[in-house]
């Protein structure tokens, strides 16, 4: 089976990520661009570069499947399953001893439980609001004036944190802008909306509870300092891939690949 | 099926001298009503934007409540007779008074009490002055009521009560060729047609002879209202069928098993009462709840379950804790959904819903 | 119940308490300087802090010697009292937790195990203190019974019912049907029968007889201390008003939890003697007292202070509230004569279980007598029954008293819906309409 190649694609509400593999679960290439505003225009594109890494055709890619929010636009997928689902078995892939899983996107923030063979026994996903998501960390790099990377450099694991009671965000909002009126050290800011994010998810494990190892995965969890607080809230050190955005996708071909 | 539209039904109605009450969720003598000419049009989610009503209510308020408000502010020329709020909730007393009292309608408001908690004798006998209060009450604006009446009024809600559970037992069963969409809009027909035109319709549906192939996956719904058309749509698309409901606008409603035809009118009404199934808005014992649900699911045999839920209602969230926590620790799929009325499926909820059913397929698969 | 037991609460009761609080009088660190803003403290502040660290204290030797039943605040503890419960208040204890600012810590626990965020704040942190077992108030013994009523609320019923299901222990429930135009003969019977089918259950949960008398007694005390709680909130009509508002949301407790029992008379009493002599010698609560207000729905608990020192510096005092009214409106019902039907009336017809056409004449009479010149009106999101129809309120008060009025969205006890800037902008533009209308 070795010569059939497989591809999953994620079109996440702020990236779109290609895994392609072959049928022994390598991973041939991984590509992750920015959704915009065309998610079918953004499956194609990091489709084709995703394709070009590989240096492979389209023709030999027998299965795609699709996942994440944009799933039903993606015109070449020959399969659609949620990221749920995707979340779990690529979470599995990476650390077999995974029972939960915790996906934080850029809208969304999941948890999900799986079994020993990666199949989802039970989920739970935040309410409407970007509270606990990466959009609520970016509307706030932006009101803080800091970029992504500075929002999550470890260096800003201080010890005193700004109280942020809010969990909405646009209240958290004008208690930042408040908290800035009062000359708070930005450090301590960043630190208290991480602990509010932190504390959301908190909530939201504990109401499915916790099996086995824990993984973490999107975007969110290339933010360092809010690893940190997560792991120290649970109690718990938490697996976390060396491409956490791309876990979505990954489980994904190897849904394609399953199927096929 | 044709069930006819709703706003034009009761306009029709209405322009037909018919008189036509406003009542507000959920439980009521609907028969009381009938026997004094009096049509009972429900009110649960008047479709359309929510303007006027949020400057009477905060944003904290469940929608159903700020939908009848927003209904109730364009004094609707269809509702002649006056609003009935039946006492459901904490909102919707206060919004009742409100009404009454601060915001002032052109039409009568009327109350009804509904007794809370666990019952025992005591609750009967006073369920039963309750009656005969809002028979009083009624009496003073219309004429004395006519005794042939009531009872004639009683036989027709027990005609269609039994109509209803045929028509439940068979979904339980396989042996209604309806899908999820037309089943509730069956169901949900019931709060606008005249009682006769209902059980004319229910009549009309054909209960099969054979049971039908069963659904990929089979799903229970608990919650105050059926799932909106676009939810019971995608299931649909997603081969899932909805065999058993909680739901407080359908089977809270039709009580738990077939009572004997009506002789005494009150005394039947006061029986009719304290045999609807538990629901969270009687706030009747947790257990006898849960051990309803279980009931529903083994005869229907559901794979899993869907709360959906209406946001801000406390009732419902208080009971949904226990409930979930209990199914879960059963091993058995949950999902909850937060609904706000909303006339579409939000992405998020379209994602909740499909990897749901790809956990259903993989259970039923395994 | 064992005689150890009971020894050991005695002993603790009659002097071991007494010894530990004058202990920790001995122990606590210079008073917090009062602001100039603010008159002289009330001398009962001291009292009042003993008697309830007391209450909690106690609380710990109680298992074995009493039964211990958790009521809800507009139950009809009379009867209980009648059966020598130990009473716990968990909305008071909720309510200390706000004020400690911890509701939000104790409300994640709740939510965490599943309770939604939008209940009830009093409900998530009792629920999250009866999951997790913290409290700041030490130790609260576990109920053998709940007691509880819906005329504040039906969501007291399922926050109770929760508590059922949770310990397996009974739950006594008093229906109270809402008062939407006025009490029915039905209504009152029903709620006098109710009352009188929880006497076999009681004797059975408290292994004790009931005794007419000592009933009567219990009802005379609780209808006396009621109208001395009446009596002192009166004396607030008074200008410059003796306390604040805000002193009398610390006041209440002991009427809302302790009534029927001597130390809340004899409580009462004093702080009646202080508020009088103050009357008498025109010592106010706030130092320059220039505009009086009332206020509308429960405390913020977690914002108490600094919204009495936002006011009392803008020579600003609260003098009246429906709040803190509400365990004084209804208790001249009582009749000791025909205890079953008088307390139907008491019960039945509270602030929350009546209609909002009652509570517009109650605030319009209370502005009146009060001679109030501006109204606060805290819209929670914790509390329907509360809540639901303050918009309305405001409009039909401002509108024919010509009364200026703001509403400021926060919560009881949950302390993370609070918007500081929102609430000061408010709060600041209320200021301004008010010196506006009083000069201009
Ligand atoms: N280097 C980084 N440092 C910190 N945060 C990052 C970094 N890279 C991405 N993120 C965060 O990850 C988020 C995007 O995550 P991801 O790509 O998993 O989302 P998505 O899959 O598009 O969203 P969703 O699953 O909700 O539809 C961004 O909001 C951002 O906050
Ligand atoms: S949805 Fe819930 S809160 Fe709203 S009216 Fe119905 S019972 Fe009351
Ligand atoms: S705050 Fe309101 S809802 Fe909560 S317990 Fe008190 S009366 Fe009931
Ligand atoms: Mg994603």
Redesign the pocket.
């Known amino acids: 089976m070795v010569d059939l190649y497989f591809a999953g694609v ?8 290609v895994v392609i593999i072959d049928g022994g679960s390598n991973v041939l290439s991984e590509v ?1 661009i920015p ?1 915009g505003v065309n998610g079918s225009e953004a499956a194609e594109n990091a489709f084709n570069s995703a394709l070009g890494l590989a240096k492979l055709t389209r023709e030999s890619i027998v299965a795609v499947t699709a996942t ?2 944009g799933r039903a636009s993606v015109a070449f997928a020959t399969g659609k399953t949620t ?1 749920i689902s995707c979340h779990g078995v690529g979470a599995h892939h990476l650390f077999p001893k995974t029972g939960t899983v915790i ?8 948890v999900i439980q799986v079994d020993s063979q990666g199949r989802m026994l039970d989920f739970t996903m935040n309410d409407k609001c970007a509270a606990g ?6 509307v706030m ?1 932006t009101r803080l004036e800091l970029d ?2 500075e ?2 450099s470890p260096l800003n694991i201080s010890g005193e944190s700004a109280p942020i009671s809010s969990t909405c965000t646009v209240f958290a909002e004008s208690e930042v802008i408040s908290l800035l009126a009062k000359h708070t050290p930005r450090e301590h800011i960043v630190h208290g909306l991480q602990r509010s994010i932190v504390n959301r998810i908190w909530s939201m494990v504990a109401s499915i509870g916790i099996e086995g190892e824990v993984t973490l ?8 300092g ?1 690893v940190k607080l997560l792991e120290e809230k649970l109690g718990l050190p938490l697996n976390i891939p060396e491409n ?2 791309t876990v ?1 996708a990954l489980g994904a071909a190897q849904i394609a690949c399953r199927k096929y | 099926m044709m069930i006819p539209n709703r706003s034009e039904y009761l306009k029709s109605l209405a322009q037909s001298g018919q008189k036509i009450m406003g009542v507000l969720p959920a439980l009521y003598p609907r028969e009381l009503l009938w026997a004094f000419d009096i049509h009972t049009a429900e009110i649960w989610d008047p479709p359309g934007e929510i303007l006027h009503a949020n400057a009477h209510l905060q944003t904290t308020i469940c929608p159903i409540v700020k939908r009848s408000l927003e209904f109730i502010l364009k004094e609707p020329e269809i509702i002649n007779a006056g609003y009935l709020f039946p006492h459901t909730c904490d909102s919707l007393q206060n919004l009742g008074t409100q009404v009454k009292d601060l915001i002032g309608v052109n039409v009568p408001v009327y109350t009804f009490y509904n007794p809370k908690g666990s019952f025992n004798n005591t609750t009967t006998k006073y369920y039963r002055e309750i009656l005969q209060n809002f028979q009083t009450t009624l009496e003073t604006v219309y004429e004395p009521l006519n005794p042939e009446k009531l009872l004639s009024a009683c036989v027709l809600g027990h005609k269609i009560d039994s109509r209803l559970m045929a028509i439940q037992q068979a979904r339980m069963t396989n042996h209604l060729s309806l899908d999820n969409s037309a089943y509730f809009e069956l169901m949900r027909a019931q709060e606008y047609l005249l009682p006769l035109d209902y059980l004319n319709l229910l009549g009309k549906i054909d209960i099969l002879e054979q049971a039908i192939e069963p659904a990929r996956a089979r799903l229970m719904v608990s919650g105050i209202l059926p799932p909106s058309p676009e939810v019971l749509k995608f299931l649909d698309e997603l081969g899932v069928s909805v065999v058993a409901d909680d739901l407080l606008a359908v089977s809270r409603r039709i009580p738990k098993f077939p009572m004997d035809a009506p002789l005494l009118p009150l005394d039947y009404l006061t029986d009719r009462f304290f045999i609807l199934p538990p629901c969270s808005t009687r706030a009747g014992d947790l257990e006898e709840r849960l051990h309803h649900i279980d009931k529903l699911m083994q005869a229907s045999q559901a794979q899993g379950i869907l709360f959906d839920i209406v946001k801000f209602c406390e009732p419902e969230l208080f009971d949904h804790r226990l409930l979930v926590k209990t199914l879960r620790e059963r091993n058995i799929p949950v999902l909850t959904l937060e609904t706000e009325l909303q006339a579409y499926l939000s992405g998020q909820d379209k994602t909740r819903i499909e990897a749901f059913t790809e956990l259903l397929f993989d259970m039923v698969s395994a | 119940m064992s005689l150890r037991a009971e020894l050991k609460y005695k002993i603790i009761k009659d002097y071991g308490a007494p010894a530990l609080m004058a202990f920790q009088d001995l122990k606590k660190r210079k008073p917090r300087p009062i602001p100039e803003a603010f008159g002289p403290p009330l001398e009962s502040n001291k009292r009042l802090k003993e008697i309830l660290s007391r209450h909690y204290f106690l609380a710990r030797y109680v298992p074995g010697v009493k039964k211990v039943a958790w009521v809800t605040s507009g139950a009809p503890v009379e009867l209980l009292r009648a059966f020598d419960f130990y009473t716990i208040y968990p909305e008071n204890h909720s309510a200390l937790v706000g004020a400690r600012k911890q509701g939000a810590d104790y409300c994640s626990i709740a939510e965490g195990s599943g309770y939604s965020q939008d209940l009830c704040s009093y409900a998530r942190i009792d629920l999250g203190h009866l999951l997790s077992g913290k409290t700041p108030a030490g130790k609260l013994p576990k109920p053998d019974l709940l007691f509880c009523s819906n005329n504040i609320c039906q969501t007291v019923l399922y926050w109770y019912k929760a508590i059922a299901h949770e310990l397996n222990i009974p739950l006594i429930h008093f229906d109270a049907p809402f008062v939407a135009t006025e009490q029915t003969e039905a209504d009152i019977n029903y709620m006098a029968q109710q009352l009188q089918d929880m006497i076999p259950i009681l004797e059975r949960v408290s292994q004790r007889v009931f005794y007419v008398d000592v009933f009567e007694r219990i009802l005379k005390s609780s209808q006396e201390t009621s109208q001395t709680w009446g009596a002192i909130l009166n004396a607030m009509e008074a200008q410059p008003a003796p306390m604040t508002i805000f002193d009398a949301f610390g006041h209440l407790a002991p009427i809302v939890s302790l009534r029927g029992l001597p130390v809340a008379q004899d409580y009462y009493n004093i702080l009646r003697e202080e508020v009088d002599t103050r009357v008498a010698q025109g010592i106010g609560a706030i130092s320059d007292e220039r505009y009086r207000l009332i206020w509308d729905n429960i405390a913020i608990w977690y914002k108490v202070r600094f919204l009495a020192t936002f006011f009392a510096e803008r020579k600003m005092n609260f003098v009246t509230a429906t709040y803190t009214n509400a365990w004084a409106e209804t208790t001249g019902y009582l009749d000791v004569t025909k205890p079953w039907t008088s307390m139907a009336k008491t019960y039945g017809r509270i602030i929350l279980n009546n209609n909002l056409k009652h509570r517009l004449d109650l605030m319009k009479k209370m502005i009146k007598t009060y001679s109030v010149d501006g109204m606060v009106m805290h819209s929670t999101r914790s509390c329907k029954p509360y809540s639901v129809g303050q918009f309305d309120l405001r409009k039909a008060i401002t509108a024919d008293l010509n009364l200026p009025a703001v509403i400021l969205d926060a919560d009881i006890a949950d302390e993370r819906v609070w918007s500081e800037q929102q609430i000061h902008t408010r709060l600041e533009a209320f200021c301004e309409t008010l010196e506006g209308s009083k000069h201009g």
């Open positions: 994620d079109v996440g509400s702020l990236s779109t990520d992750v959704t994440g929010y990221e996906d934080i996107g850029g809208q969304d923030s999941k998501t990466g959009r609520f960390l970016e790099a992504l990377d929002l999550s995965t999107g975007g969110v969890a290339n933010n360092q809010l956490p955005q979505g």
